[in-house]
């Protein structure tokens, strides 16, 4: 047979003996006449090379994987909080931002909760009318959410008088790391509440006043290394001169929506 490339003849084999090039097989197994150079055997047609293709993620699917993320990290962050809240807050700044806003919102939505499925259980009212969970639960929380805020922006004031060099998200991430113990005390009686045990409002008294210590102690892991400035025990009375300001405001307010809910379905 011949090789089609350097016209060399030879008795058989699959390789020319001269250049090298491989000879082409034919359908019943034995070499033919035709050779195949060796850079050319190796294809791969369209259709191959777009089945190998990367598959790219769906922009729903990176939501997902986003969620997933902020969930997983979130998790982690409540329970160094749970587990060792002076330390693990005193190590929390502005990278902690999104997580001590979780927190607040937690926080400001359980109250909220507890009230709603408490009008929810009574048997005078649970089976008479429907309850409108934004007038009960979204309203409430928005404002307590706006007061808890505000008392975050006066612990900030508060620091930045001391001297303190901070940005108001470390101030805000801090914040939220010390009340997740209360919102833990929150979320335990929420769950409480629902299996009916009496204990719950135990956990609802200890979570609702968490909210004032958490401003003591949030100032003076700023300023407890910066002795110029505005003393710390000024600090606090001054947050808690605003506390007191936002509660007769906001407090107004609230009982407000509550008085409009109830009457809107309490003919009495």
Same mark, same amino acid.
């Given at each position: 047979?011949?090789?089609?490339?350097?016209?060399?003849?030879?008795?058989?084999?699959?390789?020319?003996?001269?250049?090298?090039?491989?000879?082409?097989?034919?359908?019943? !197994?034995?070499? !033919?006449?035709?050779?195949?150079?060796?850079? #050319?055997?190796?294809? #791969?047609?369209?259709?191959?090379?777009?089945?190998?293709?990367?598959?790219?993620?769906?922009?729903?699917?990176?939501?997902?994987?986003?969620?997933?993320?902020?969930?997983?990290?979130?998790?982690?962050?409540?329970?160094?909080?749970?587990?060792?809240?002076?330390?693990?807050?005193?190590?929390?700044? !502005?990278?902690?931002?999104?997580?001590?806003?979780?927190?607040?919102?937690?926080?400001?939505?359980?109250?909220?909760?507890?009230?709603?499925?408490?009008?929810?259980?009574?048997?005078?009212? !649970?089976?008479?009318?429907?309850?409108?969970?934004?007038?009960?639960?979204?309203?409430?929380?928005?404002?307590? *959410? *706006?007061?808890?805020?505000?008392?975050?922006? #006066?612990?900030?004031?508060?620091?930045?008088?001391?001297?303190?060099?901070?940005?108001?998200?470390?101030?805000?991430?801090?914040?939220?790391?010390?009340?997740?113990?209360?919102?833990?005390?929150?979320?335990?009686?929420?769950?409480?509440?629902?299996?009916?045990?009496?204990?719950?409002?135990?956990?609802?008294?200890?979570?609702?006043?968490?909210?004032?210590?958490?401003?003591?102690?949030?100032?003076?892991?700023?300023?407890?290394?910066?002795?110029?400035?505005?003393?710390?025990?000024?600090?606090?009375?001054? #947050?808690? *001169?605003?506390?007191?300001?936002?509660?007769?405001?906001?407090?107004?307010?609230? *009982?407000?929506?509550?008085?409009?809910?109830?009457?809107?379905?309490?003919?009495?």
């Amino acid at each position: 047979m011949q090789c089609v490339k350097c016209q060399h003849e030879q008795q058989g084999g699959k390789f020319c003996v001269k250049c090298g090039s491989r000879f082409e097989m034919e359908i019943g !197994g034995e070499p !033919g006449a035709a050779a195949v150079p060796a850079e #050319t055997v190796p294809y #791969t047609s369209q259709s191959q090379q777009a089945s190998y293709q990367p598959v790219q993620p769906q922009p729903s699917s990176q939501h997902v994987e986003t969620a997933k993320n902020v969930s997983k990290m979130y998790v982690n962050f409540f329970l160094k909080g749970l587990k060792n809240p002076t330390n693990s807050s005193q190590a929390v700044f !502005g990278d902690q931002f999104v997580n001590g806003l979780i927190t607040m919102v937690l926080y400001a939505i359980s109250i909220p909760l507890m009230i709603y499925f408490a009008l929810k259980g009574l048997p005078m009212l !649970g089976g008479m009318v429907e309850f409108s969970f934004s007038d009960v639960v979204v309203k409430p929380a928005f404002y307590y *959410l *706006l007061f808890i805020a505000v008392i975050a922006i #006066t612990c900030f004031a508060a620091i930045r008088l001391g001297k303190s060099v901070v940005t108001f998200k470390d101030v805000f991430a801090r914040f939220g790391s010390f009340l997740v113990v209360p919102t833990g005390f929150l979320i335990v009686a929420l769950i409480l509440s629902l299996l009916g045990v009496e204990l719950s409002f135990l956990f609802l008294a200890f979570g609702f006043l968490g909210l004032f210590l958490v401003v003591p102690f949030t100032i003076y892991s700023f300023k407890k290394d910066v002795p110029s400035g505005l003393d710390g025990v000024y600090g606090t009375f001054l #947050t808690y *001169l605003v506390i007191i300001l936002l509660i007769v405001l906001i407090g107004d307010v609230l *009982l407000g929506q509550l008085e409009e809910a109830m009457s809107s379905f309490i003919p009495f």
